[in-house]
């Protein structure tokens, strides 16, 4: 099948394109940075979602959003207005089977950067709009909304000890997934996944299930 994955240069959303291409799919990247995949089935182009030229790609089987933005005062018109450009431009094709969008547990508590937290439950309530209208063409729309995952764009806390000890005393399983993993639940939801919809999916480690009971 024919993969489209935005924000495909490091992260989760390298890890998926590494994982579609293992399993013998066509890949497309969108992406500001240059990638480092090399592959002869592996195609990249880079550009900004939120106001860079989507370049015109046909017969996109599935959708990945992926890209996106943290504390930056653009998290908005990136990770929710990009997101919507890039779908809008590329899920409504006659041959589309599936849409994921990588969201956020902060969509879900609300507990990180104002913007960032509204961008990705912003996201969830697109995506079950999306499913609305992919239906008629028998596809999926669903989103994933990891907690914390082992990126570079959570460095500067995986890096300080003090506050990694912290995030893990509020983990129920005191650690943080692999991008790899999360490519994994790109890759059922999307591929082996044929009747689950307009569904968000969280996993974070039991974050947001720890509760501190004191008698």
């Known amino acids: 099948m024919k993969v489209l994955i935005s924000g495909s240069s490091s992260g989760i959303g390298r890890a998926a394109a590494l994982k579609f291409l293992s399993?013998?799919?066509?890949?497309?990247?969108?992406?500001?940075?240059?990638?480092?995949?090399?592959?002869?089935?592996?195609?990249?182009?880079?550009?900004d979602i939120s106001c860079g030229m989507l370049p015109?790609?046909?017969?996109?089987n599935i959708l990945?959003?992926?890209?996106?933005?943290?504390?930056?005062?653009?998290?908005?018109?990136?990770?929710?207005?990009?997101?919507i450009r890039v779908t809008e431009k590329y899920a409504f094709q006659g041959g589309i089977k599936s849409v994921l969008f990588v969201a956020s547990a902060s969509a879900h508590n609300g507990s990180e950067f104002p913007e960032y937290a509204a961008s990705k439950g912003g996201m969830i309530s697109y995506m079950k709009n999306v499913a609305l209208r992919v239906a008629e063409c028998g596809a999926t729309s669903n989103s994933l909304s990891p907690g914390g995952v082992l990126t570079e764009l959570n460095a500067r806390v995986i890096?300080?000890?003090?506050k990694w000890n912290k995030i893990m005393e509020q983990t129920l399983l005191p650690k943080?997934?692999?991008p790899e993993e999360?490519?994994?639940?790109?890759?059922?939801?999307?591929?082996?996944n044929k009747s689950m919809t307009a569904q968000d999916i969280l996993i974070d480690n039991g974050e947001i299930a720890k509760a501190q009971f004191v008698w």
Do not use: C, P
Not at 28 to 44: P, V
Not at 56 to 60: K, L, N, R
Not at 182 to 192: P, Q, S
């Open 56 to 60: 015109d790609i046909g017969d996109v």
């Open 23 to 47: 399993a013998g799919h066509e890949v497309t990247g969108l992406d500001i940075k240059e990638s480092t995949i090399e592959s002869d089935r592996y195609t990249h182009y880079i550009t």
């Open 176 to 178: 943080w997934a692999e």
């Open 64 to 83: 990945v959003n992926n890209a996106g933005v943290q504390d930056t005062g653009r998290d908005i018109d990136v990770n929710l207005k990009g997101t």
């Open 182 to 192: 999360i490519a994994e639940w790109i890759y059922f939801v999307t591929v082996i």
């Open 159 to 162: 890096d300080d000890r003090e």
